[in-house]
């Protein structure tokens, strides 16, 4: 008889993040891919990934949950048991491993997060908005402005004795003060390590704006591999900043543990790569609200719709044909 297993998928505008735990929340397997703006792509190059790693002589994936700005149609896409938000995700992963935090820091590609918890359970939370200056967008476009790959940003700050102030009130004002900082001489090193405090203290005056950052504090996300940020982040809270080795994973980890607590079954199947998946909006034009539905198909059937804000909508969304 096989083992159970938990499939958990978290997709972002940057990066699509998926694996596979038992139940006693070891990874069996786990992939991290860039998405590239097609989501749907990159879920099947996850799923060939995570599928290359999982032994499934021994292994049944019995209940699968997806989160991120794309869990609605990769749920749909893989038939998922479970469709939870970022901050639910975020917050059951992390207090798996770090029961007994406070406050969780977020930082993904295009946006970042702060999560405060009090015995466990998350009691408020807050997303940026407007502003790219403090997520990983920013780090990576000024990274090539500077030769400088972005993986290696972190090593470099911390050659900085003394870091360049950049203003870093939106990106525009801090894409623009980099270039005079460059122009007047500052050294690479310096500018690294002011540009690691700059997404520090766009995050803290945006996001964490008015929130009370109590310990045990919890990095995660892509940027929280930046040691330079981490070392930024402890200098501005001072406080410890704890960087969990799977931080980058931990949404897709959450959506896994919400999948295993929920009462739905559903043996996944990991054929997909060869299976046509196309979305399609549809304005319903049945009532003044013209509610704009995206359809999704699974060759050429459709299996999953949303956007409608009346029952009249599911009549549009169902006689909807694929394009």
């Not at 991290?32 to 799923?47: F, Q, S």
């Not at 405090?197 to 945006?206: F, K």
């Not at 900043?241 to 929920?262: C, P, Q, R, T």
């Not at 539905?293 to 949303?306: A, S």
Request: with cysteine; net charge neutral.
């Amino acid at each position: 008889m096989k083992k159970e297993a938990y499939l958990g998928v978290d997709v972002g505008s940057i990066s699509t993040k998926g694996v596979i735990m038992d139940g006693d929340k070891n990874l069996l397997a786990s992939a991290y891919i860039w998405t590239e703006g097609d989501p749907i792509g990159a879920v099947k190059r996850l799923i060939e990934d995570l599928g290359a790693q999982f032994d499934r002589e021994a292994w049944e994936v019995v209940a699968t949950g997806t989160t991120g700005s794309a869990r609605k149609l990769v749920g749909a896409m893989l038939g998922a048991t479970v469709v939870k938000n970022e901050i639910t995700a975020h917050a059951v992963g992390t207090t798996a491993y770090h029961p007994d935090v406070r406050t969780i820091l977020e930082i993904g590609g295009q946006d970042s997060k702060i999560i405060l918890l009090e015995n466990g359970i998350a009691i408020d939370y807050a997303m940026n908005t407007l502003c790219a200056a403090g997520t990983g967008a920013f780090l990576s476009s000024q990274s090539r402005r500077l030769g400088i790959p972005v993986e290696d940003m972190g090593a470099v700050a911390l050659k900085s004795a003394h870091p360049t102030h950049i203003a870093a009130r939106c990106t525009v004002f801090a894409e623009s003060d980099l270039v005079h900082k460059i122009q007047m001489g500052h050294t690479k090193e310096d500018i690294v390590a002011g540009l690691c405090e700059a997404v520090v203290g766009n995050y803290l005056n945006n996001v964490g704006k008015g929130k009370r950052i109590l310990e045990p504090i919890v990095f995660q996300g892509g940027v929280s591999k930046n040691i330079g940020v981490v070392k930024a982040f402890e200098k501005a809270l001072g406080a410890p900043v704890i960087v969990d080795e799977n931080g980058h994973l931990m949404g897709a980890i959450g959506a896994a543990i919400l999948a295993k607590h929920h009462d739905a079954r559903k043996t996944f199947d990991f054929g997909i790569e060869n299976v046509a998946f196309k979305t399609r909006e549809v304005i319903c034009g049945q009532c003044p609200n013209r509610c704009e539905i995206i359809c999704v198909y699974r060759d050429g059937k459709l299996i999953d719709n949303w956007g409608n804000r009346c029952e009249k909508g599911d009549i549009t969304a169902r006689q909807a044909k694929h394009a």
